[in-house]
């Protein structure tokens, strides 16, 4: 074989990469980018229901506080009680409202309504219980109403736990026997009985997970030493 030819046949070899090759190279970066992106995703669920948890107990830990100090709510109106309302049917966020007036004609007032970062709600099952620490014939059914109420009552932040969030005439609490709405019944809560959903004897749950229900977390408001928790 000549001279020529050996050179050919050397240079088709160094001639570079096949296709096969260049698929098998794409496949497995390919591969690794999906590997990157799940893991970039998972960690990022993480740090959001990190985030929610965190910034829910500060939230209460801060309605708390308002209410120690009389805050003004609306034209010099100081709030009488600070409540957060979760509500299943929207269970990306919950709302902070005051009430005012409750002496007279108690206004309700929505102050913020807070949403969890990206991918992070209220969890589908059981996302609030309300268990009290009572005889098991005076147990408030779990979120039977798809809503419920934490509030926070002057002077001494007295905390107050409602197993539903109805309202008869919004903004207007009514307090009236007969039509007492929800809020009405956090106003007018003066001893825990199993005819009332409202009850300071308790502790609620709150339970926030990912949308596709891979993590949870969840935090614990004692209602008789006011202790939050986060187990």
């Known amino acids: 074989m000549d001279e020529t030819k050996k050179n ?34 998972g960690q990022r669920v993480s740090r959001n229901i990190q985030i929610a948890q965190n910034q829910l107990v500060s939230n209460i830990r801060k309605i708390q506080s308002y209410t120690l100090s009389s805050r003004n709510v609306s034209l010099n109106q100081p709030a009488e009680y600070y409540l957060m309302k979760f509500d299943l049917n929207k269970p990306f966020q919950y709302t902070i409202q005051a009430i005012y007036k409750a002496g007279t004609t108690p206004m309700l007032r929505d102050v913020e309504v807070v949403k969890f970062p990206t991918g992070i709600r209220l969890a589908t099952v059981t996302p609030v ?82 949308v596709d229900n891979t993590l949870t977390k969840v935090i614990k408001i004692n209602g008789i030493t006011g202790l939050i928790s986060v187990p």
Not at 8 to 32: D, P, Q, W, Y
């Open 8 to 41: 050919g046949r050397f240079n088709n070899l160094k001639r570079g990469f096949t296709i096969i090759e260049l698929l098998v190279v794409i496949f497995i970066m390919a591969m690794l980018a999906g590997l990157f992106l799940v893991n970039l995703a």
């Open 129 to 210: 219980q309300i268990l009290r620490m009572a005889p098991l014939s005076q147990q408030n059914p779990a979120y039977n109403n798809g809503c419920a109420l934490l509030a926070f009552a002057t002077p001494f932040a007295r905390i107050i736990f409602n197993n539903g969030c109805g309202i008869t005439s919004p903004p207007v609490v009514d307090i009236n026997p007969g039509t007492i709405d929800d809020y009405g019944r956090v106003v007018n809560f003066s001893i825990n009985s199993e005819t009332y959903s409202a009850s300071t004897d308790s502790v609620m749950t709150i339970t926030l997970s990912d």
